[in-house]
């Protein structure tokens, strides 16, 4: 007969949280984002006062407690707790896995805010005209999501540049290490080498307490943080008064990213350009491990779907498009 052993009543979920991170970290796995909110998950059980093993309902209740309405969020809630509980259940029989369904698919691309020329104009000037007015701080945020809109870097890429990775003899960028370990060099077009030195002029003058070799620096003349990033841009966007136009419930830093591509290919197949020659280019400009990635784009937007629409039926015609 199976034996069914129950958890410890005095043992929190806090506590068997902490212990389940602790032990997976020191296997390597960094668990940064998902151990964050397995830990929300596991203050919300204790602060019910729930006792005893994972079940579907906590699982459930947990997932629905956030503010987002948004099912994908609710999904990908229960997908953090998975793991959590298969490693539980092989402690504690009683433990309920929630099914990866349950509250409908975690994983899908969801359609980005593309920005609109105006919008781009509007964020820029918003940034120039930040307080204090005359010291680093506006100009930094003019640069910065300006260079992030004319490149499409990413914005951790964006705010761990050196000043040594930002060649503007050269008009070129180097990426050094990004999200899969890869370095990249990145040719800028003169306008933007133009802005990034009229930055790096100002940037000399200011006189930061400790030596700080990053290109992009706060009023203190340190490194930016992501959070004072992201915190800066929210109140641009508040200030701006935008409205999301894709599945996110706000317009994103990230979104700049796939304007950018969305831009570029348009632009090729306005040009009558052979988009698929020039995919691979953009992919390793993009710092993409594969081009499928990359081609995800073409979804993004309506006026992309109107001209692989139009190819499509010209193909299907016999008609050459190009």
């Known amino acids: 007969m199976k034996r069914t052993v129950h958890v410890n009543p005095t043992d929190t979920m806090v506590s068997l949280a902490q212990a389940y991170l602790a032990e997976r970290r020191c296997l ?47 999904a990908r809630r229960i997908e953090v707790i998975r793991p959590f509980a298969k490693h539980l259940k092989q402690l504690y029989p009683d433990t309920v896995v929630p099914r990866c369904d349950l509250c409908g698919r975690a994983h899908r691309r969801l359609t980005p805010h593309i920005y609109t020329k105006q919008e781009l104009n509007e964020l820029l000037a918003a940034s120039a005209a930040m307080l204090p007015a005359g010291s680093i701080r506006p100009l ?36 050094r290490e990004t999200k899969f370990h890869k370095s990249r060099l990145i040719p800028l077009h003169p306008t933007v080498t133009q802005a990034m030195e009229r930055y790096a002029a100002r940037r000399t003058l200011v006189v930061a307490t400790e030596p700080c070799n990053s290109f992009f620096v706060n009023l203190d003349g340190r490194k930016l943080h992501p959070s ?37 290919i348009l632009k090729w197949y306005q040009d009558g350009e052979n988009v698929d020659n020039r995919m691979i280019a953009l992919s390793t400009y993009l710092g993409h491990v594969k081009p499928s990635d990359t081609y995800w784009y073409l979804t993004a937007v309506p006026d992309l779907m109107e001209f692989v629409s139009q190819k499509f039926a010209g193909f299907a015609e016999g008609v050459d498009h190009d």
């Open 28 to 74: 390597g796995f960094d668990l940064k984002i998902s151990g964050h909110v397995l830990m929300n998950f596991a203050r919300f059980a204790d602060a019910t006062e729930h006792r005893g093993s994972i079940t579907e309902d906590l699982a459930l209740a947990w997932a629905h407690s956030t503010p987002s309405q948004r099912p994908i969020t609710w």
């Open 228 to 264: 004072t990033v992201h915190w800066a841009f929210g109140r641009l966007r508040e200030q701006l008064g935008w409205i999301a136009r894709g599945d996110h419930a706000l317009p994103r830093i990230h979104d700049l990213r796939h304007t950018f591509v969305c831009w570029r």
């Open 140 to 175: 930094t945020y003019e640069a910065l999501f300006g260079l992030i809109a004319a490149t499409g870097l990413r914005i951790s890429e964006a705010i761990n540049l050196s000043r040594d990775d930002v060649n503007l003899a050269a008009g070129t960028l180097t990426v």
